[in-house]
């Protein structure tokens, strides 16, 4: 039996463990967390996920929230005005609904179901001593601890990194109370050029369902004043005035918002960045990186569980389909470069938002009040982005691309 050690239970390491267990792999999780420090700890990220890398959750029966999580069904994109109100307002319904679950109700979840199925998981925080151990005694390790320290191990890749620090300060709110919207559930993105975004859908969490608020603020902008806040009811204040300050027409719904609990807020800055795949320990043995640790992205697109998804499904199969060979340096490679050929589109997309908008995308969003079906097409991306290669990227494709539009209108 094959043996494959996996640091860090998170999105990307349990649905990976759990893939490998249901193929009779021995597998071994490290965590630095226990399921309760998790459940009643702080929240961690905004989680919104789409069909793909829900699909992959639901192969592996690891679905256990669809009764319970509201969906998210559709895009509301606003981009303003500082005459509070916004210049593009678009709305259109996603194929597929998105969900977001807590990861504080979703990680201890997995993490009893991954030892229920045959699973060894190990609390503590593992080094570079720990790895060094697990290397010598598994056929594979796998490191995917997301933001963790031990991700260092894995050397920047400049040329891929766009960026070399962050270039927003993000404040994070779980709000009971929100005012619901008219028609159906969305993903709504208001863009406050050159000060900030605003990014809201509903959620599941410890306490039922939420409002998750991503207040996405231009570093050194009139958003970035989280280094005020000192308690959850100075977060909730901040949240409420910047709404009302720079997203107006948000203000309704949000008047009677409310923390859904002290932990239900995160303040943080995250620097774009992608890594080298591999790590090698002292002793000359290789590690193998994945998800986050690899291509860590601002949430602003809210991508990084969709990518940590996506990443375990690739990471599976490619395990599968090697067999018996042992897990070398150009293994490790190769399998990057095949999740890289996705994840670049992803980190495309993500840095194109945390810049200026390019004339294209306005002129793009600008048409899609009056076109549904284009509308349709850009809330749909949010499921698999590289649909928006090349036209995103590119003024005379984006030209090209919304003509098949208007002569389909
Ligand atoms: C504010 C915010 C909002 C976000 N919103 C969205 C969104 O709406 N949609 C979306 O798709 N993504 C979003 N993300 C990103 C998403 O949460 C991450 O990309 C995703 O969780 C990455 O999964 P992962 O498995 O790589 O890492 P993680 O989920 O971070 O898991 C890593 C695990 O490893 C553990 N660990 C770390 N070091 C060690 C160690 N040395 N030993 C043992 N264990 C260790 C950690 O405690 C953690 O449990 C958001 C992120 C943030 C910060």
């Not at 109100?85 to 609904?97: E, L, N, Q, S, Y």
């Not at 963790?148 to 920047?156: D, I, N, P, T």
């Not at 709110?173 to 990014?199: D, F, Q, W």
């Not at 107006?248 to 620097?271: F, H, M, Q, S, Y």
Request: glycine share 10%.
């Amino acid at each position: 039996m094959r043996k494959i050690t996996i640091i860090g239970a998170g999105q990307a390491g349990l649905q990976l463990g759990i893939g490998l267990l249901d193929k009779q792999y021995d597998v071994t999780i490290v965590s630095n967390r226990t399921g309760d420090d998790i459940g009643s700890g702080r929240v961690m990220s905004s989680q919104s996920m789409y069909d793909i890398a829900l699909g992959y959750e639901r192969e592996l029966g690891l679905n256990f929230w669809d009764a319970t999580c509201p969906s998210i069904d559709g895009v509301h994109m606003r981009a303003g005005g500082s005459e509070g109100k916004p210049m593009i307002d678009w709305t259109a319904r996603m194929t597929v609904g998105g969900q977001s679950v807590d990861q504080r109700i979703k990680m201890p979840r997995w993490m009893k179901e991954f030892q229920k199925r045959g699973g060894k998981l190990e609390i503590r925080d593992a080094g570079i001593d720990d790895l060094e151990r697990y290397a010598a005694i598994s056929d594979l390790v796998i490191v995917s601890s997301g933001k963790g320290e031990v991700g260092k191990l894995f050397a920047r890749d400049a040329e891929r990194s766009e960026f070399d620090q962050p270039l927003r300060t993000i404040g994070l709110t779980y709000v009971h109370g929100m005012l619901p919207r008219k028609n159906y559930s969305a993903l709504n993105i208001s863009i406050n050029p050159g000060i900030g975004e605003y990014i809201n859908f509903p959620a599941l969490t410890t306490s039922g369902t939420c409002d998750i608020i991503n207040l996405e603020c231009i570093a050194g902008g009139p958003m970035d004043r989280w280094s005020e806040v000192k308690t959850p009811e100075e977060h909730l204040a901040m949240t409420k005035w910047m709404i009302d300050t720079f997203f107006p027409w948000e203000a309704e719904r949000c008047k009677d918002i409310r923390l859904t609990d002290d932990n239900g807020t995160l303040v943080g800055r995250i620097p774009p960045t992608v890594r080298k795949p591999l790590g090698t320990l002292p002793s000359g043995a290789l590690v193998f990186g994945m998800a986050d640790v690899l291509v860590l992205n601002d949430p602003i697109t809210g991508q990084g569980s969709n990518n940590a998804s996506k990443c375990a499904r690739l990471y599976n199969d490619r395990i599968l389909a090697h067999g018996r060979r042992a897990f070398d340096r150009d293994w490790m490679e190769e399998t990057f470069e095949r999740y890289w050929d996705y994840a670049q589109w992803v980190v495309r997309f993500t840095n194109t938002h945390l810049l200026p908008p390019p004339p294209q995308l306005l002129k793009v969003f600008s048409m899609c009040g009056a076109n549904p079906a284009l509308a349709s097409f850009v809330a749909n991306a949010f499921d698999d982005p590289k649909t928006l290669n090349p036209w995103y990227y590119d003024a005379a494709e984006a030209d090209r691309f919304v003509a098949r539009f208007q002569q389909a209108a």
